[in-house]
């Protein structure tokens, strides 16, 4: 490995300036971001300083994804292998050949056969008026499996059972486990499940005629769909990249769930 690209947050600059020099030293050519770039897909390796938000950020604009280390700078951290006072000694590993990488899902969104988004958490189906509902019906592999009205729906990879839809009651997914959660947000509804289906799907989603919706890929971007359009949503051929953890990853996500406050 030769070329780094090393991103970071705002107010992670001076961490982000110590990352590049620790790689400097020990022959690897750094570029500093402080914005994701479709650059990025050039490099070797990417490192990134922040949070989770940061590396989605960075998959958003990538089609193929070099092998990513995450330095924690957020709030939780699912995503990334390192704290700022341990990112040395975890770094060296991956330089001297003691990571492996490992491949995540990602999901793709269409409308009317134009792929609009790639998400590694989730695309979020919502209403375009705040605290107005929209319907929606959901079919996969052409059988309906609900049809409601609800503020949206989520479509989430098992990396993204940890996001969005922890909040709304659905269940932690085993990242290992590819599959796509589907989890309706506030459904006016008196009784509901999520569904967890495989992950060679094909899920189309139907608006009700009375009202537009958003379709968002993993809170960063976003898109107006309208009642007729075909919305379809399946794996992307895509993944997200990342150097191994050196824990389990199972039991590094149960600590963090713990701490949220």
Avoid at 18 to 25: D, G, I, N, Q, R
Avoid at 75 to 93: C, D, Q, R, S, V
Avoid at 112 to 134: C, D, G, Q, V
């Amino acid at each position: 490995m030769k070329r780094a690209g090393v991103v970071y947050k705002h107010g992670s600059i001076g961490l982000a300036r110590e990352v590049a020099s620790f790689l400097e030293e020990r022959g690897i050519e750094v570029e500093l971001f402080h914005l994701p770039s479709p650059e990025l897909g050039e490099y070797d390796f990417i490192v990134s300083v922040g949070g989770d938000g940061t590396i989605l950020q960075i998959l958003q604009g990538l089609k193929k994804s070099p092998p990513i280390f995450g330095i924690n700078r957020g709030k939780i951290g699912i995503l990334t292998h390192a704290e700022p006072e341990n990112f040395k000694e975890e770094l060296e590993k991956v330089l001297n050949g003691d990571y492996r990488v490992e491949e995540f899902m990602r999901i793709d969104c269409f409308v009317n056969s134009e792929r609009i988004h790639t998400a590694l958490n989730e695309i979020a189906i919502l209403s375009s008026k705040p605290a107005r509902l929209i319907g929606l019906k959901v079919l996969v592999d052409g059988a309906e499996i609900e049809d409601m009205r609800a503020d949206g729906m989520l479509f989430s990879t098992p990396l993204g059972s940890t996001a969005y839809a922890l909040s709304t009651g659905g269940p932690v997914v085993d990242p290992y486990l590819p599959s796509i959660l589907i989890t309706p947000i506030a459904p006016f509804k008196l009784g509901w499940k999520p569904w967890i289906v495989r992950r060679d799907c094909v899920i189309n989603v139907e608006l009700h005629p009375e009202r537009e919706a958003l379709a968002i890929s993993d809170g960063q971007r976003s898109v107006k769909v309208f009642p007729g359009d075909n919305i379809e949503i399946r794996e992307s051929p895509y993944p997200a990249v990342f150097f191994q953890c050196s824990f389990n990853r199972i039991g590094k996500i149960a600590e963090k769930l713990r701490k949220i406050r």
